[in-house]
């Protein structure tokens, strides 16, 4: 690549090193620090997961039951977060919600130096422990309901759904959400995670890292899609519609979400694991009436796109799961946050250990030596 080709998008320009995880999009591989997703999906849990990820290695049973436990004690929000999010009004989003609690938690736990490891310790255990209760606490209070207090006895994701719900999951729920968790944890260098990294090459706070990255993780081209993909199933409202529904995206140039990726050429191998979980929930809990419209929708973009390489992505089948779980569909993003803050965290990290401030170069296409217009010539 010559020294300033542009790129849009900075699409193929490598923007960083890193060993936290690694996709090939024309195969379909998604390995975190070199171990499969699927190895992870089904034989781990969203806490170790987010250990490997974030401290590089496996944890031992006692190295993961001190984090565990660690996470669990720091669980609960100050009363001046809940106050902040009484005055938040109920019709705002909730990821703009999480944005302000994640940047107001650097309010509380202010600052110290960086790279100290200690802090670093405690930042990474008061985000996962925090984002998830932040959530939970606005759905609630945006309903006119006090927050539900976490529960000691337990795990991450029932806990998570226990504070969502006003009532204890049962454990294969918890389980599919857990692995939900898993497979949204990281994604190598995609909007959200450099939009963390250019922040944390600044020095800045972590809270502050993790309030940018939610901003990104916000858009529909990103985290949103999960959210789109409900209403887009919803108003195609039967199998028989998915076909003229297709061939009018096509026509209008319309983007059919839940589908396409920059980096997969191929189905993302986590929309894999999703579908196969989604198909176990309905089996256990009842079927959902757009799981059907999906699969057609799955085989018609198939038969018209994948010459392009359009397959689904990790977002076409999660919101299916997460509307069986009882999670309302503007929440769909802010989990996808609770799980890639683990990500993020890892990302901020690795910035740290070999830090240079973001500044990449522009190609200006303005114009010069303009001369000024006095007001009233304009
Ligand atoms: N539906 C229809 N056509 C599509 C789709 C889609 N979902 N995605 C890509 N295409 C087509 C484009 O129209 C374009 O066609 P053309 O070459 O004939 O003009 C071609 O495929 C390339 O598309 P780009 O938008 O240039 O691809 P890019 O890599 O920039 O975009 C993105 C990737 C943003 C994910 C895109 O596929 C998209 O908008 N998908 C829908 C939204 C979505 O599901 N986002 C979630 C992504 S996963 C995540 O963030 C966790």
């Known amino acids: 690549m010559a020294a300033y080709e542009y790129r849009a998008g900075l699409e193929g320009v490598p923007a960083t090193q890193s060993s936290i995880s690694f996709v090939d999009g024309k195969s379909g591989i998604l390995e975190y620090r070199g171990i499969a997703i699927d190895q992870l999906a089904s034989q781990s849990t969203f806490l170790e997961t987010a250990y490997l990820l974030i401290w ?11 984090f565990e436990g660690e996470i669990q004690r720091h669980r609960r929000l100050k009363y001046r977060i809940r106050d902040m999010m009484k005055c938040f009004p109920e019709s705002g989003h909730p990821m703009d919600a999480l944005q302000a609690c994640a940047a107001a938690l650097g309010l509380f736990y202010s ?29 609630l209070m945006r309903n006119g ?45 995609n909007a959200s995670t450099f939009s963390a990294m250019v ?7 972590p809270y502050a890292v993790i309030a940018s990255a939610v901003g990104t993780l916000a858009g529909p081209l990103h985290g949103g899609a999960a959210e789109e993909v409900v209403g887009m199933l919803e108003r195609i409202g ?38 196969n979980l989604a ?3 309905f089996d256990r809990s009842g079927q959902d009436e757009y799981y059907a419209i999906a699969v057609e929708l799955e085989k018609v973009v198939g038969e018209k796109m994948s010459y392009k390489g359009i397959y689904p992505n990790v977002d076409f089948y999660s919101g299916l799961v997460y509307r069986k779980l009882g999670i309302p569909t503007d929440l769909y993003t802010p989990v996808f946050a609770i ?33 000024y217009t006095a007001m009233d010539d304009r």
């Open 339 to 371: 799980s890639r803050t683990a990500g993020w965290l890892a990302h901020w990290k690795e910035q740290l250990g070999e830090n240079r401030i973001f500044r990449p170069t522009q190609i200006y296409t303005g114009l010069h030596e303009v001369p």
């Open 56 to 66: 590089g290695a496996l944890p031992s049973r006692q190295e993961l039951a001190a």
């Open 279 to 281: 198909e176990q929930l």
């Open 238 to 275: 039967s199998v028989e519609n998915v076909r003229p529904f297709v061939d009018r995206c096509i026509e209008q140039k319309q983007k059919i979400m839940g589908f396409g990726h920059r980096v997969y050429k191929v189905k993302d191998p986590r929309a894999t694991i999703l579908q």
């Open 199 to 205: 922040t944390a090459s600044t020095l800045t706070d």
């Open 111 to 139: 600052k110290r130096a960086i790279d100290d490891p200690a802090y670093m310790q405690e930042a990474v255990v008061r985000l996962l422990a925090k984002v998830p209760t932040m959530v939970a606490a606005f759905q």
């Open 145 to 189: 309901n006090d927050p539900v207090q976490p529960r000691d006895d337990l795990g991450y994701a029932a806990n998570f759904l226990y504070m969502l719900n006003e009532k204890e999951p049962d454990p294969f729920s918890a389980h599919i959400f857990d692995v939900c968790l898993t497979l949204h944890a990281e994604h190598t260098i």
